[in-house]
């Protein structure tokens, strides 16, 4: 049962500073080489400290054995600071316990950085263990048999406790690599999320830039420099265009959640610009629009330039949509709530397209992003409201946002 233990207690030293380093990195999820082998360095000390303060020899003609565990380790780490000063370390306990035989104890941890040195490019970690293991079994059966002759019990207890070391020395090594692999995989995945993140802002921002880009575009083909009611009326809508522009800018700047900045605003009176603004996307598809707003003043409270970047964008996606003649708009009030609806007479969605519209990605555009409808349906969001399709093939697709109203006005 002693040797039951005495086992059990090595394990406890090698596994326990070798945990906290996993666990380390694992917590501060990072990889960086300085950080890493500093830390690492404290958990090899630290387990040699722990042996040497808590082990006990499992036989008493041998020599703490478990204390070679972190030497390899270091190798496996390829951490010649570390190597060095653990060997040395190593090396000195074992001359104390054969103290006339010091030069073999030398040579042998010399042969142990040799056969580092031969494969340290592509090291494999199994064979190390296999032949450190050997060597050390040698080792101390020569120093043994040096001091005190051949005696049978003595090299069977030898060739025990080398194949022990061998088994825990596997172990070990084995935990390390294989926490380790998890945490990288887990780091590459996280790595792969953030470049989506990024490719996403990208995106976003290219997406819905060409909205306001494509209304200045149209009205400085109509803009004549020589018309003063040409600039009277269609700079002011460039100007709205450009600033709206500049806050997308913003928010990619950000890279971050989009920034809602509310206060109340007349929804019908926003729903109106709109439509001024893209009229001339209506012409060009030769879509006929038709509309059905109240004249009542309602009021949200709400983000203007946000609430219009959606409403542009549902009217567009509607314009390209297949086969559509004609878009209608209009709006109900009901229950606090105001309902703006958005009908074409396209080809409609069928119920997978209809059940993905909202995912980021998707898209049925040869040259779309699958941006729009996600970016949209999270503005809503933030307005406390719902964005929701319905659509039936063949027949139409109906946009419908409801938006709480402000009570207030």
């Known amino acids: 049962m002693d040797k039951i233990n005495i086992i059990l207690l090595d394990v406890n030293n090698i596994i326990l500073p070798l945990s906290l380093y996993l666990l380390y990195t694992a917590y501060s999820k990072t990889f960086d080489k300085k950080e890493n082998e500093l830390v690492f360095v404290i958990a090899i000390f630290t387990m040699i400290y722990m042996i040497f303060k808590f082990a006990k020899p499992l036989f008493p003609a041998v020599p703490l054995i478990m204390i070679n565990i972190p030497l390899v380790l270091a190798y496996l780490k390829k951490s010649n600071m570390t190597i060095l000063f653990a060997s040395i370390l190593i090396a000195g306990y074992y001359c104390t316990f054969y103290k006339s035989l010091y030069l073999l104890i030398i040579l042998e941890?010399?042969?142990?950085?040799l056969l580092y040195l031969?494969?340290?490019?592509?090291?494999?970690?199994n064979k190390f263990i296999l032949e450190f293991c050997l060597i050390k079994m040698a080792s101390l059966l020569i120093l043994n048999i040096t001091l005190n002759g051949f005696i049978l019990n003595e090299s069977l207890e030898i060739i025990l406790i080398s194949l022990i070391l061998f088994v825990l020395t596997t172990g070990a090594v084995f935990l390390h690599t294989r926490v380790e692999d998890v945490l990288k995989l887990h780091m590459s995945l996280k790595e792969i999320e953030h470049d989506k993140e990024?490719?996403?802002?990208?995106?976003?921002?290219?997406?819905?830039?060409?909205?306001?880009?494509?209304v200045c575009k149209g009205y400085l083909d109509m803009f004549d420099v020589n018309n003063k009611e040409h600039a009277k009326k269609y700079i002011p809508i460039l100007k709205e265009e450009i600033d709206r522009t500049l806050l997308l800018l913003e928010d990619f700047l950000a890279m971050n959640k989009i920034k809602i900045t509310k206060e109340p605003l007349d929804i019908n009176?926003?729903?109106?610009?709109?439509?001024?603004?893209?009229?001339?996307l209506f012409n060009s598809y030769k879509i006929k629009l038709e509309t059905d707003l109240k004249d009542d003043e309602i009021y949200i409270n709400g983000d203007y330039n946000r609430l219009v970047q959606v409403f542009i964008n549902?009217?567009?996606?509607?314009?390209?949509?297949?086969?559509?003649?004609?878009?209608?708009?209009?709006?109900k009030v009901s229950n606090d709530q105001i309902k703006i609806y958005i009908e074409d007479n396209g080809l409609g969605m069928d119920k997978e397209t209809l059940s993905k519209i909202?995912?980021?990605?998707?898209?049925?555009?040869?040259?779309?992003?699958?941006?729009?409808?996600?970016?949209?349906?999270?503005i809503i969001s933030a307005h406390c409201g719902v964005l929701n399709y319905s659509s039936k093939p063949g027949k139409y697709t109906l946009a419908t946002v409801i938006l709480p109203i402000e009570k207030a006005y």
């Open 118 to 125: 031969k494969d340290a490019k592509k090291l494999n970690i």
């Open 358 to 378: 909202k995912e980021p990605f998707y898209t049925t555009k040869a040259r779309g992003t699958g941006l729009g409808v996600s970016l949209s349906d999270e």
């Open 269 to 280: 009176l926003l729903l109106e610009e709109v439509i001024n603004n893209t009229k001339l």
């Open 109 to 113: 941890y010399i042969i142990y950085y």
């Open 198 to 214: 990024i490719k996403s802002s990208l995106f976003q921002i290219t997406h819905e830039i060409k909205n306001p880009i494509a």
């Open 314 to 331: 549902l009217l567009k996606n509607s314009c390209e949509a297949s086969n559509v003649s004609k878009i209608k708009i209009w709006s």
